[in-house]
């Protein structure tokens, strides 16, 4: 588990949706997000989410030819800090962080972690509950969680 944690939107939202937020302070020491996150997000953060400028926007331009403002500076973030974990859902979001050698984990392995550490344990309920708030899985992801956490 990495001390250091980026933060796309989505997990922000999806997690802030089910009233679970305060999962990402349990399982990082620094919970870090771009200020084209927090523009995305739309409501008050809690002051232990950092908001940090990218240095380098020529990066963030770069990627943001293939993807949203909230996604290319998170991962333009990633590059820059080192030993730090983005957490991105979309899959283009995910291939494009791969080939960038960025580490990445996504909301779903947020959940997972938590259980695994003793902080949250109705993985499944939870699941559900995204899914019910518009939260997007595949039926085999969904499969294949049942049948481990049922």
């Known amino acids: 588990m990495h001390k250091i ?3 796309d939107t ?9 009233g679970l937020l ?9 919970i870090l997000i771009t ?8 409501v008050d953060l809690p002051d232990w989410i950092i908001v940090v400028e990218v240095k380098n ?3 963030q331009a770069e ?7 909230g996604e290319a500076s998170s991962m333009a973030l990633a590059i820059e800090i080192e030993d730090s974990t983005l957490i991105i859902d979309e899959n283009k979001g995910r291939r494009i962080a791969k080939s960038l050698n960025i580490k990445i984990i996504g909301t ?9 550490h003793g902080f949250h344990k109705d993985v499944m309920g939870t699941i559900l509950r995204l899914v019910n708030k518009g939260f ?5 992801l969904i499969e294949m969680l049942i049948e481990k956490y049922k």
Do not use: H, P, T
Request: net charge neutral.
């Open 10 to 18: 989505s997990c922000l939202i999806a997690l802030q949706n089910i």
């Open 5 to 7: 944690i980026i933060s």
């Open 57 to 59: 926007k020529e990066k």
């Open 108 to 116: 779903i392995g947020v959940l997972l972690l938590a259980n695994k």
């Open 22 to 30: 305060n999962l990402l302070k349990d399982l990082y020491q620094e």
């Open 63 to 69: 990627i943001e030819e293939k993807l949203d403002k």
């Open 35 to 42: 200020q084209e996150v927090k523009n995305e997000f739309g």
């Open 136 to 140: 997007r899985l595949s039926d085999r």
